[in-house]
């Protein structure tokens, strides 16, 4: 897939109306497509080489999509820099909110602070986000007929979301950070990253995975994992073992446990 940038599409932004959640993206912006696969452009190619750790989403959605493309157009508006655009589109996209907060207190409870020195890791979001990079393992917006893919067809048997990993995460992210921790945010992107290990890109040992998601509809596991709510209060839905076990396993690799 050709590695088009903000530069290419700079022209189209700036010409454009803003860009509405409510109606899809251009096909002006489209890059590829493979049966009722759509991948997208949107300015997510900010890349900030020093960081060492990387938050692993599948892929930006619509709403995100619209409002990175918006960010750029205000930057072009107001003639920023091509950098200066790409970092205000890094910070809009961070998690905010209710969520920011679930991802912080979970972060914080497997020791991730200590193991950068910080007093918490509310501070990769103020200031020490020299230290986080957000990145897709998807980096442009995929859509299935028209929808936000979740994680169907396999990313790892689609030819265009393979080639999409290969060309934009193992180059963009893999090669250019220097052994970051990977911090996976989905069971699909585990399996994603595991297969990169596999293929010796990056090392098991810098995959995190097993954290729940920090949306709210996670509530109960969340409260779970970080000891809020008991097991015998637990709803059918929650799988106690699961959240232990994922849990023992991060506090073994982050090295909590190791050095106490």
Known sequence: MKNQQFEDFKNFINESPNFSVNSPLSEALLLKKEGKVSVYYSPFEYVNVNAKIVLVGITPGHQQAVNALNVAKNGLDNNNSTDEILKSVKSSASFSGPMRKNLINMLDDIGLNKKLNITSTDQLFTTHSHLVQMASILKNPVFVDGKNYSGSPSML???????????????????????????????KVTAALEWLASENIISNDQILSGIPHPSGANAERIAYFLGNKPKDQLSAKTNPETIDKNKQDLLLKIGVIGNN
Do not use: G, H, Q, W
């Open 157 to 187: 048997k689609s030819p265009v979301l393979r080639e999409l990993i290969n060309d934009f995460f193992v180059a963009e992210i893999c090669n250019k950070l220097k052994n970051p921790l990977f911090i996976s945010l989905s069971p």
